[in-house]
Nanobody, 124 residues
Framework: QVQLVESGGGLVQAGGSLRLSCAASRRTFSPYTMGWFRQAPGKEREFVAYISWNGGRTYYADSVKGRFTISRDNTKNTVYLQMNSLKPEDTAVYYC?????????????????WGQGTQVTVSS
């Protein structure tokens, strides 16, 4: 059974920080590319960031570059998203996803496994 479980979401004021975690079952984590996506109310899901299987490559959406940092700890089967300087427009459900084919891509279609999401709300 493939499982990705996100945690760490919540309500924060603009300018604040949150760290999201995504815990994966052992068979689905290493050595997959891991990504974070988000979906705001009334909008399509969009790419946020990805990290390669060994952490050597990361890539961010322009909207979060310089504010968000993706990282992973393969010994704990966990990927993180550190979010700083949060803005109200960052409000969304955040999803982690796993790509078993090393695509290292921001394209949603390359990610096979998805978590259930965690809500992030940024108040102004």
């Amino acid at each position: 059974q493939v499982q990705l479980v996100e945690s760490g979401g919540g309500l924060v004021q603009a300018g604040g920080s949150l760290r999201l975690s995504c815990a994966a079952s052992r068979r689905t984590f290493s050595p997959y590319t891991m990504g974070w996506f988000r979906q705001a109310p009334g909008k399509e899901r969009e790419f946020v960031a990805y990290i390669s299987w060994n952490g050597g490559r990361t890539y961010y959406a322009d909207s979060v570059k310089g504010r968000f940092t993706i990282s992973r700890d393969n010994t704990k089967n966990t990927v993180y998203l550190q979010m700083n300087s949060l803005k109200p427009e960052d409000t969304a459900v955040y999803y982690c996803a796993a790509d078993p084919n090393y695509n290292d891509s921001p394209a949603e279609r390359t990610y096979r496994y998805w978590g259930q999401g965690t809500q992030v709300t940024v108040s102004s």
